[in-house]
């Protein structure tokens, strides 16, 4: 596996090959990123994993201070898999000057996670603007668990006519129903059992719509009501159709529950996409 942290020697390193995969990320690698690399293995002949914590994107210093860095453990599991290159630049590399153009994402990017986190997906699309050109990947792949990440991916490269596929992994769950994130490092043993409700609260939901209900404010109300009776303060739990995480009209019928609450510190993401009958 290459190990790659200037952007010269990662162009000169994949001049000349074909079908490229990249998998953008901030690195404290776990079974969710590794799957997305495996699937980027089976849709690519080369794939780049990046490893860069991108302070643009981070509301407050102490966040992204507070990220967990584990490069050595990362490059271990990444090669163990079978992953490619790793590209992993430090900040002077990333920005060599202080960074003046920004995208500035549409409506979709200032509600649900823009709401509580201004700003986030204008640093978001920065990033993955400037690994997109320094990498030139066929193939991109990028996880459901960030949905409203994904949607605005997509929208960017879309809009922007980046001859870029982009390919969504599936979310990785422990047995629990808690999926993957490098936030789980900073739940205590306590709200590690807690955690799991979060999923909880939305399979509810999904086996409600699955059984013809339509009452979605409702649903909406109750799950967050029970989350915080246990303790979450939550930011949101509501039902958003799966294009364009629009409200749903009567017509629609692909949706995505999706949540995002706090248990102490640590404040938890997740989504779940679910079909009416
Ligand atoms: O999903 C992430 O880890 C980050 O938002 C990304 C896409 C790597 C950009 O920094």
Redesign the pocket.
């Known amino acids: 596996m290459e190990i790659i942290k200037d952007v010269k020697q990662l162009r000169s390193y994949l001049a000349g090959k074909t079908r490229i995969g990249c998998v ?3 690195g404290n690698i776990h079974a969710g990123h590794l799957s997305l690399v495996k699937l980027a293995l089976r849709k690519s002949d080369t794939v780049v994993t990046t490893i ?1 914590v ?1 302070r643009l ?1 981070f509301n407050q210093n102490s966040d992204f201070d507070r990220y967990p860095r584990t490069l050595n453990n990362d490059l271990k599991l990444l090669k163990e898999v079978g992953n490619n290159v790793v590209f992993c630049p430090d900040e002077r590399e990333m920005y060599p000057e202080s960074q003046k153009y920004f995208i500035d994402p549409p409506k979709i990017a200032k509600k649900l996670e823009g709401r509580f986190r201004p700003d986030h997906f204008r640093g ?1 699309c920065t ?2 603007l400037k690994l997109f050109n320094m990498v030139s990947p066929d193939v991109a792949v ?1 996880g459901k668990k ?1 949905y409203q ?1 994904l949607a605005i991916i997509k929208g960017l490269v879309r809009q922007f006519s980046m001859p870029i596929e982009i390919i969504s992994g599936e979310t990785i769950r422990e047995r629990t129903g808690l999926a993957l994130s490098s936030r789980n490092v900073h739940l205590s043993s306590q709200e590690k059992i807690e955690a799991p409700r979060l999923q909880g609260s939305m399979r509810l939901i999904y086996d409600a719509i699955k059984s013809g209900d339509r009452n979605f404010v409702a649903m909406e109300y109750a799950a967050g009501e029970s989350l915080a009776r246990h303790g979450w303060i939550v930011d949101y739990v509501v039902i958003r159709t799966q294009d364009g995480l629009l409200r749903p009209s009567n017509k629609d019928k692909k949706f995505v529950i999706l949540g995002a609450a706090s248990l102490g510190k640590t404040r938890l993401i997740d989504d779940l996409e679910v079909e009416s009958p």
């Open positions: 953008p990320t901030m860069f991108n994107q978001v990033i993955v990028f960030d990440q």
